[in-house]
Protein backbone atom coordinates (compact mmCIF):
# COMPACT_ATOMS: atom_id res chain seq x y z
CA UNK A 1 0.00 0.00 0.00
CA UNK A 2 1.34 3.43 -1.03
CA UNK A 3 1.77 5.73 2.12
CA UNK A 4 -0.05 8.91 1.43
CA UNK A 5 1.93 12.33 0.70
CA UNK A 6 2.02 14.38 3.88
CA UNK A 7 1.46 18.25 3.38
CA UNK A 8 1.75 20.86 5.90
CA UNK A 9 -0.16 23.58 4.61
CA UNK A 10 -0.34 27.04 6.97
CA UNK A 11 -2.83 29.14 6.79
CA UNK A 12 -5.25 26.75 5.34
CA UNK A 13 -8.13 28.63 7.56
CA UNK A 14 -7.88 31.50 5.13
CA UNK A 15 -9.72 31.91 1.48
CA UNK A 16 -7.33 30.30 -0.94
CA UNK A 17 -5.47 28.11 2.20
CA UNK A 18 -9.12 26.38 2.76
CA UNK A 19 -9.78 25.98 -1.09
CA UNK A 20 -6.10 24.14 -1.06
CA UNK A 21 -6.95 21.53 1.71
CA UNK A 22 -10.65 20.88 0.55
CA UNK A 23 -8.74 20.22 -3.08
CA UNK A 24 -5.59 18.36 -1.17
CA UNK A 25 -8.05 15.85 0.39
CA UNK A 26 -10.76 15.62 -2.48
CA UNK A 27 -7.77 14.29 -4.24
CA UNK A 28 -6.82 11.35 -2.54
CA UNK A 29 -3.20 10.45 -1.94
CA UNK A 30 -2.54 13.18 0.68
CA UNK A 31 -2.63 13.62 4.56
CA UNK A 32 -3.27 17.36 5.29
CA UNK A 33 -2.38 19.11 8.54
CA UNK A 34 -3.70 22.25 8.62
CA UNK A 35 -1.68 24.70 10.98
CA UNK A 36 -3.53 28.52 11.47
CA UNK A 37 -3.25 30.39 13.90
CA UNK A 38 -7.01 31.89 13.40
CA UNK A 39 -7.22 35.63 13.12
CA UNK A 40 -9.84 37.70 12.03
CA UNK A 41 -10.50 36.14 8.51
CA UNK A 42 -9.57 32.40 9.31
CA UNK A 43 -12.70 30.37 9.43
CA UNK A 44 -12.68 26.63 10.52
CA UNK A 45 -16.33 27.06 8.96
CA UNK A 46 -14.95 27.02 5.25
CA UNK A 47 -13.20 23.60 5.94
CA UNK A 48 -16.60 21.62 7.62
CA UNK A 49 -16.69 19.62 4.69
CA UNK A 50 -13.24 17.77 5.19
CA UNK A 51 -13.45 18.72 9.40
CA UNK A 52 -13.42 14.63 9.85
CA UNK A 53 -12.07 13.14 7.18
CA UNK A 54 -9.40 10.60 8.36
CA UNK A 55 -6.32 12.92 5.93
CA UNK A 56 -7.61 15.93 7.52
CA UNK A 57 -5.83 17.23 10.69
CA UNK A 58 -6.19 21.02 12.07
CA UNK A 59 -3.31 22.40 14.45
CA UNK A 60 -3.68 25.79 15.83
CA UNK A 61 -0.43 27.42 16.21
CA UNK A 62 1.23 30.66 15.32
CA UNK A 63 3.93 30.91 12.57
CA UNK A 64 5.94 33.28 14.48
CA UNK A 65 6.05 30.70 17.28
CA UNK A 66 8.86 28.91 16.99
CA UNK A 67 8.40 26.24 19.82
CA UNK A 68 4.75 25.76 17.86
CA UNK A 69 6.47 25.21 14.90
CA UNK A 70 8.73 22.41 15.58
CA UNK A 71 5.43 20.71 17.25
CA UNK A 72 3.89 21.06 14.25
CA UNK A 73 6.94 19.98 12.33
CA UNK A 74 7.05 17.20 14.81
CA UNK A 75 3.64 15.90 14.35
CA UNK A 76 2.78 16.23 10.55
CA UNK A 77 6.56 14.80 9.70
CA UNK A 78 5.76 16.22 6.52
CA UNK A 79 7.01 15.53 3.09
CA UNK A 80 5.97 18.57 1.59
CA UNK A 81 5.22 22.38 2.94
CA UNK A 82 2.34 24.65 1.39
CA UNK A 83 2.83 28.61 2.71
CA UNK A 84 -0.15 30.11 2.46
CA UNK A 85 -0.28 32.01 6.00
CA UNK A 86 -0.31 35.52 5.41
CA UNK A 87 -1.87 38.43 6.20
CA UNK A 88 -3.24 40.19 2.98
CA UNK A 89 -5.37 43.09 3.49
CA UNK A 90 -3.54 46.28 1.47
CA UNK A 91 -6.05 48.79 3.67
CA UNK A 92 -5.23 47.41 7.05
CA UNK A 93 -1.41 46.99 6.06
CA UNK A 94 -1.38 50.68 5.34
CA UNK A 95 -3.31 51.49 8.79
CA UNK A 96 -1.26 49.23 11.00
CA UNK A 97 1.96 47.52 9.38
CA UNK A 98 3.45 46.36 12.28
CA UNK A 99 1.41 43.30 12.03
CA UNK A 100 2.36 42.24 8.15
CA UNK A 101 6.13 42.56 9.55
CA UNK A 102 5.51 39.99 12.16
CA UNK A 103 3.90 37.40 10.26
CA UNK A 104 4.58 38.03 6.67
CA UNK A 105 8.48 38.27 7.28
CA UNK A 106 9.19 37.11 11.07
CA UNK A 107 6.43 34.36 10.64
CA UNK A 108 7.84 33.47 6.82
CA UNK A 109 11.36 32.84 8.85
CA UNK A 110 10.18 30.65 11.53
CA UNK A 111 8.63 28.93 9.55
CA UNK A 112 11.58 28.48 7.39
CA UNK A 113 14.06 27.28 10.19
CA UNK A 114 11.82 24.87 11.28
CA UNK A 115 11.28 23.32 7.76
CA UNK A 116 15.57 23.41 7.13
CA UNK A 117 15.76 21.41 11.26
CA UNK A 118 12.63 19.19 9.53
CA UNK A 119 14.66 18.55 6.19
CA UNK A 120 17.95 18.42 7.46
CA UNK A 121 16.83 15.23 9.60
CA UNK A 122 15.16 13.07 6.96
CA UNK A 123 16.48 10.54 5.59
CA UNK A 124 18.28 10.77 1.78
CA UNK A 125 15.43 9.90 -0.24
CA UNK A 126 12.83 12.19 1.82
CA UNK A 127 15.37 14.82 1.53
CA UNK A 128 15.17 14.66 -1.93
CA UNK A 129 11.53 14.55 -2.73
CA UNK A 130 10.81 17.49 0.42
CA UNK A 131 9.59 20.39 -1.08
CA UNK A 132 8.92 24.26 0.58
CA UNK A 133 6.30 26.39 -1.44
CA UNK A 134 6.00 29.71 -0.64
CA UNK A 135 2.42 30.88 -2.37
CA UNK A 136 3.11 34.51 -3.05
CA UNK A 137 1.42 37.43 -4.92
CA UNK A 138 1.91 39.59 -8.26
CA UNK A 139 1.67 42.54 -5.44
CA UNK A 140 5.53 42.23 -5.24
CA UNK A 141 6.18 43.48 -8.38
CA UNK A 142 4.58 46.93 -8.04
CA UNK A 143 2.43 47.99 -10.97
CA UNK A 144 2.17 48.66 -14.47
CA UNK A 145 1.29 51.31 -16.90
CA UNK A 146 -2.83 51.32 -18.00
CA UNK A 147 -1.59 50.06 -21.44
CA UNK A 148 1.45 48.28 -21.51
CA UNK A 149 3.51 45.86 -20.18
CA UNK A 150 3.23 42.26 -18.02
CA UNK A 151 4.80 40.87 -15.16
CA UNK A 152 7.38 38.29 -15.85
CA UNK A 153 9.10 35.96 -13.11
CA UNK A 154 12.20 38.45 -14.11
CA UNK A 155 10.26 41.52 -13.35
CA UNK A 156 12.10 43.36 -10.88
CA UNK A 157 10.58 43.65 -7.63
CA UNK A 158 8.74 47.30 -6.53
CA UNK A 159 6.58 46.62 -3.99
CA UNK A 160 3.92 50.05 -3.23
CA UNK A 161 2.14 49.15 -0.21
CA UNK A 162 3.43 47.93 3.35
CA UNK A 163 1.46 44.48 2.66
CA UNK A 164 3.35 44.06 -0.74
CA UNK A 165 6.72 45.06 1.07
CA UNK A 166 6.28 42.13 3.53
CA UNK A 167 5.54 39.93 0.88
CA UNK A 168 8.47 40.55 -1.40
CA UNK A 169 10.45 40.16 1.97
CA UNK A 170 9.37 36.69 2.45
CA UNK A 171 10.33 35.87 -0.97
CA UNK A 172 13.78 37.12 -0.47
CA UNK A 173 13.87 35.29 2.06
CA UNK A 174 12.35 31.75 0.71
CA UNK A 175 15.33 32.41 -1.71
CA UNK A 176 18.42 32.95 0.96
CA UNK A 177 16.96 29.84 2.33
CA UNK A 178 17.68 27.81 -0.57
CA UNK A 179 20.72 29.49 -1.86
CA UNK A 180 22.82 29.62 2.01
CA UNK A 181 21.04 26.25 3.36
CA UNK A 182 20.39 24.46 0.49
CA UNK A 183 16.64 24.46 1.12
CA UNK A 184 14.33 23.02 -1.47
CA UNK A 185 12.16 26.01 -2.86
CA UNK A 186 9.77 26.35 -4.98
CA UNK A 187 7.44 29.81 -4.96
CA UNK A 188 4.62 31.11 -6.97
CA UNK A 189 3.17 34.58 -7.28
CA UNK A 190 -0.55 35.15 -7.90
CA UNK A 191 -3.01 37.42 -9.40
CA UNK A 192 -6.10 38.40 -7.71
CA UNK A 193 -8.37 35.11 -6.81
CA UNK A 194 -12.13 35.61 -6.35
CA UNK A 195 -14.56 32.48 -5.64
CA UNK A 196 -16.22 30.96 -2.63
CA UNK A 197 -15.60 31.23 1.29
CA UNK A 198 -13.60 34.72 0.39
CA UNK A 199 -13.38 37.26 3.57
CA UNK A 200 -15.93 39.62 3.20
CA UNK A 201 -13.58 42.83 3.55
CA UNK A 202 -12.03 41.99 -0.18
CA UNK A 203 -13.10 43.71 -3.04
CA UNK A 204 -15.54 41.19 -5.03
CA UNK A 205 -17.31 39.67 -1.91
CA UNK A 206 -18.16 43.20 0.09
CA UNK A 207 -19.70 44.29 -3.30
CA UNK A 208 -21.89 41.11 -3.66
CA UNK A 209 -23.15 41.22 -0.41
CA UNK A 210 -23.22 45.05 -0.42
CA UNK A 211 -25.67 44.98 -3.30
CA UNK A 212 -27.54 41.93 -1.97
CA UNK A 213 -28.13 44.25 0.65
CA UNK A 214 -29.21 47.44 -1.14
CA UNK A 215 -25.90 49.24 0.62
CA UNK A 216 -23.49 51.81 -1.48
CA UNK A 217 -20.83 50.12 -3.23
CA UNK A 218 -17.76 51.82 -2.54
CA UNK A 219 -15.12 52.55 -5.18
CA UNK A 220 -11.52 54.38 -5.14
CA UNK A 221 -11.08 56.90 -6.78
CA UNK A 222 -12.38 56.46 -10.08
CA UNK A 223 -12.87 52.64 -10.34
CA UNK A 224 -9.79 53.08 -13.75
CA UNK A 225 -6.97 50.85 -11.57
CA UNK A 226 -7.11 47.42 -13.64
CA UNK A 227 -6.50 43.81 -12.09
CA UNK A 228 -6.21 40.55 -13.28
CA UNK A 229 -8.91 37.97 -12.09
CA UNK A 230 -8.10 34.46 -11.50
CA UNK A 231 -10.77 31.72 -9.75
CA UNK A 232 -9.78 30.22 -7.09
CA UNK A 233 -9.93 26.38 -7.71
CA UNK A 234 -7.80 27.24 -10.55
CA UNK A 235 -5.21 28.59 -8.92
CA UNK A 236 -5.33 25.60 -6.47
CA UNK A 237 -4.78 23.29 -9.43
CA UNK A 238 -1.57 25.43 -10.47
CA UNK A 239 -0.45 25.12 -6.48
CA UNK A 240 -0.33 21.47 -7.14
CA UNK A 241 1.34 21.23 -9.88
CA UNK A 242 4.46 23.69 -8.81
CA UNK A 243 4.12 21.71 -5.12
CA UNK A 244 4.45 18.50 -6.90
CA UNK A 245 6.57 19.31 -10.22
CA UNK A 246 8.03 22.73 -10.16
CA UNK A 247 12.06 22.96 -10.17
CA UNK A 248 13.68 23.44 -7.22
CA UNK A 249 14.45 27.16 -7.05
CA UNK A 250 12.25 28.24 -9.47
CA UNK A 251 9.42 30.56 -9.03
CA UNK A 252 5.47 30.63 -11.29
CA UNK A 253 3.82 33.10 -12.27
CA UNK A 254 0.12 32.15 -11.73
CA UNK A 255 -3.02 34.72 -13.69
CA UNK A 256 -6.50 34.21 -15.22
CA UNK A 257 -5.63 36.51 -18.37
CA UNK A 258 -8.72 38.49 -17.27
CA UNK A 259 -7.95 41.80 -16.75
CA UNK A 260 -10.86 44.32 -15.28
CA UNK A 261 -11.19 47.82 -14.18
CA UNK A 262 -12.41 47.84 -10.77
CA UNK A 263 -15.25 49.77 -11.88
CA UNK A 264 -16.26 47.34 -15.05
CA UNK A 265 -16.03 44.49 -12.04
CA UNK A 266 -18.34 46.15 -9.48
CA UNK A 267 -20.68 46.93 -12.78
CA UNK A 268 -20.66 43.45 -13.87
CA UNK A 269 -21.48 42.32 -10.31
CA UNK A 270 -24.42 44.85 -10.34
CA UNK A 271 -25.56 43.60 -13.88
CA UNK A 272 -25.57 39.82 -12.45
CA UNK A 273 -27.43 40.42 -9.46
CA UNK A 274 -29.95 42.34 -10.80
CA UNK A 275 -30.88 39.47 -13.11
CA UNK A 276 -30.77 37.32 -10.07
CA UNK A 277 -32.84 39.04 -7.95
CA UNK A 278 -34.18 42.87 -9.29
CA UNK A 279 -34.72 45.59 -6.77
CA UNK A 280 -38.47 46.34 -6.45
CA UNK A 281 -39.35 48.93 -8.66
CA UNK A 282 -36.93 47.87 -11.06
CA UNK A 283 -33.71 49.65 -9.68
CA UNK A 284 -30.40 49.63 -10.93
CA UNK A 285 -27.98 48.46 -8.35
CA UNK A 286 -25.04 50.38 -10.49
CA UNK A 287 -26.87 52.86 -9.06
CA UNK A 288 -25.29 52.33 -5.60
CA UNK A 289 -21.76 52.38 -6.51
CA UNK A 290 -20.11 55.72 -4.87
CA UNK A 291 -16.81 56.89 -5.52
CA UNK A 292 -14.44 57.49 -2.31
CA UNK A 293 -11.21 59.00 -1.70
CA UNK A 294 -8.22 56.74 -3.51
CA UNK A 295 -6.11 54.15 -1.45
CA UNK A 296 -2.72 56.04 -1.24
CA UNK A 297 -0.19 54.23 -2.99
CA UNK A 298 -3.02 52.32 -5.14
CA UNK A 299 -0.62 50.27 -7.84
CA UNK A 300 -2.74 51.28 -11.36
CA UNK A 301 -2.74 48.00 -13.35
CA UNK A 302 -1.60 44.58 -12.81
CA UNK A 303 -1.07 41.90 -15.69
CA UNK A 304 -0.04 38.28 -15.28
CA UNK A 305 2.34 36.58 -17.84
CA UNK A 306 1.53 32.78 -16.97
CA UNK A 307 3.75 31.31 -20.26
CA UNK A 308 6.22 29.80 -17.50
CA UNK A 309 4.04 27.78 -16.07
CA UNK A 310 1.54 26.99 -18.49
CA UNK A 311 4.48 25.99 -20.68
CA UNK A 312 6.60 24.08 -18.30
CA UNK A 313 3.85 22.24 -16.15
CA UNK A 314 0.81 21.96 -18.54
CA UNK A 315 -1.40 24.64 -16.11
CA UNK A 316 -4.47 26.53 -17.88
CA UNK A 317 -7.11 28.45 -16.66
CA UNK A 318 -10.49 26.34 -16.68
CA UNK A 319 -12.70 28.52 -15.40
CA UNK A 320 -14.06 31.70 -17.49
CA UNK A 321 -14.39 35.04 -15.89
CA UNK A 322 -18.16 36.09 -16.49
CA UNK A 323 -19.80 32.37 -15.45
CA UNK A 324 -17.00 31.98 -12.41
CA UNK A 325 -17.91 35.29 -11.43
CA UNK A 326 -21.48 34.42 -11.74
CA UNK A 327 -21.01 30.91 -9.93
CA UNK A 328 -19.54 32.81 -6.78
CA UNK A 329 -22.48 35.29 -6.68
CA UNK A 330 -24.78 32.22 -6.75
CA UNK A 331 -22.60 30.78 -3.77
CA UNK A 332 -23.07 33.96 -1.44
CA UNK A 333 -26.51 34.10 -2.48
CA UNK A 334 -27.05 30.20 -1.47
CA UNK A 335 -24.58 30.13 1.78
CA UNK A 336 -25.85 33.16 4.17
CA UNK A 337 -24.85 30.24 7.19
CA UNK A 338 -20.95 31.15 6.28
CA UNK A 339 -21.32 34.87 5.63
CA UNK A 340 -23.43 36.67 7.90
CA UNK A 341 -21.90 35.52 10.80
CA UNK A 342 -18.79 37.25 9.82
CA UNK A 343 -20.54 40.29 8.64
CA UNK A 344 -23.04 40.69 10.99
CA UNK A 345 -21.75 38.89 14.17
Known sequence: MVEPIRILVTGGAGFIGSAVCRHLVAQGGYHVFNVDKLTYSGNLASLAGIADDPSYRFIQADICDARAMAQAFEEADPDLVMHLAAESHVDRSIDGPGVFVQTNVVGTVT????????WRALPQDRREAFRFHHISTDEV??????DSGIFTEETPYAPSSPYSASKAASDHFVRAWHRTYGLPVVLSNCSNNYGFFQYPEKLVPLTILNALEGLPLPVYGRGANVR??????DHVRALELVMNSGQVGESYNVGGRNERTNLALVETICDIIDGLRPLAGNGRRRDLIRFVEDRPGHDLRY?????KIERELGWRPLQNFEEGLE??????????WWWRPLRHG
Open 111 to 118: LLDAALAH
Open 141 to 146: FGDLPF
Open 303 to 307: AVDSS
Open 327 to 336: RTIVWYVENG
Open 228 to 233: DWLFVD
